[in-house]
């Protein structure tokens, strides 16, 4: 697919993020005009199930908001692209006219076609969709180590002759590990998140299910069982219990909402 086709397709996608998000405030402000309606004594009555939609209201406008910043990034580097192709395209152009009046001879007919790197990756198939400055999950431990280390990163570089992923951990670490970190990892490492903008591709994990998924407030994922379901729609939170997550007073383990495109199934063998 050209680069061309590629920079319109992000540009509908981005149209699509934009009315979602619309529809999603029109529910906010609904909320809010219910409540500044209602004496402090009624609101107080709603229990849990209010609050609840409103939280996951304003968690579903901010993982839009982040999904649209960065298909933003995306379309912008295909527009420098294009920018680019064009102007070398262009002096070509003039470089072959001028080779055709000094040497008398036939200009080549057309020069060759210019793709994008984001997009002509050659990746495998499974992860054909993978383009440089997606999210993904990554494993970032060698098989070797006691546990696996999965955490989400950014996409870089696709080393077709290593067959490697080059990405980037963009949180840095704390003290000593203050840089984003870099890695080349193969594909066997790296797990395509769902794509926020198309949850009709997304897979449906039933009540039970073992994921891999996104702690809220982290950029690690760990492993969880989804909870008694409450997902309406496939964009809807999935409610998880992470192994290990104990709080104390609480009897079991607490359940954590986590977006949709945060869940991944668990890998065969996952060590933690």
């Known amino acids: 697919m050209a680069v061309y086709d590629t920079a319109n397709e992000n540009l509908k996608v981005l149209n699509i993020l934009r009315s979602e998000q619309e529809v999603i405030l029109q529910k906010i402000n609904k909320v809010h005009q219910k409540l500044s309606r209602t004496a402090l004594e009624t609101a107080k009555k709603y ?3 209010l609050w609840i939609k409103l939280r996951s209201l304003y ?5 839009l908001a982040e999904c649209e910043e960065r298909v933003s990034k995306t379309f912008v580097t295909q527009l420098d692209t294009l920018l680019q192709s064009s102007q070398t395209v262009s002096n ?10 000094r040497k008398g001879i036939k200009a080549d007919a057309e020069p060759p ?3 994008s790197p984001a997009v002509s990756l050659r990746m495998p198939p499974e992860q054909a969709n993978i383009l440089i400055g997606d999210q993904v999950a990554a494993r970032v431990t060698t098989d070797n180590d006691d546990k696996d280390e999965w955490i989400v ?5 696709y080393d077709r002759d290593a067959a490697k992923y080059e990405v980037i951990d963009e949180e840095p ?3 000593d590990e203050s ?3 870099k890695f080349k990892l193969p594909p066997s490492h790296i797990i395509p998140f769902p794509k926020c903008i ?3 591709n997304t897979p449906n994990f039933p009540t039970g299910s073992q994921v891999l998924a996104v702690y809220p407030g982290t950029t690690a994922l760990y492993k969880a069982i989804v909870s008694f379901s409450h997902r309406k729609k496939k964009f809807d939170d999935y409610l998880l219990e992470f192994d290990d997550d104990e709080e104390d007073g609480l009897d079991g383990l607490p359940k954590r909402s986590v977006p949709f495109h945060h869940v991944v199934p668990l890998p065969e063998g996952h060590r933690q």
Not at 59 to 63: G, L, S
Not at 92 to 101: A, H, P, T
Not at 153 to 157: I, R
Request: charged share 45%; net charge positive; glycine share 2%.
């Open 47 to 49: 229990e849990d199930n």
């Open 59 to 63: 968690v579903n406008a901010k993982e």
């Open 92 to 101: 070509r152009k003039k470089l072959e006219v001028s080779q055709k009046k």
């Open 113 to 115: 076609r210019l793709t």
């Open 153 to 157: 990163v950014k996409v870089t570089h």
């Open 173 to 175: 670490g704390d003290d």
């Open 179 to 181: 840089y984003q970190r």
């Open 198 to 200: 198309d949850p009709s």
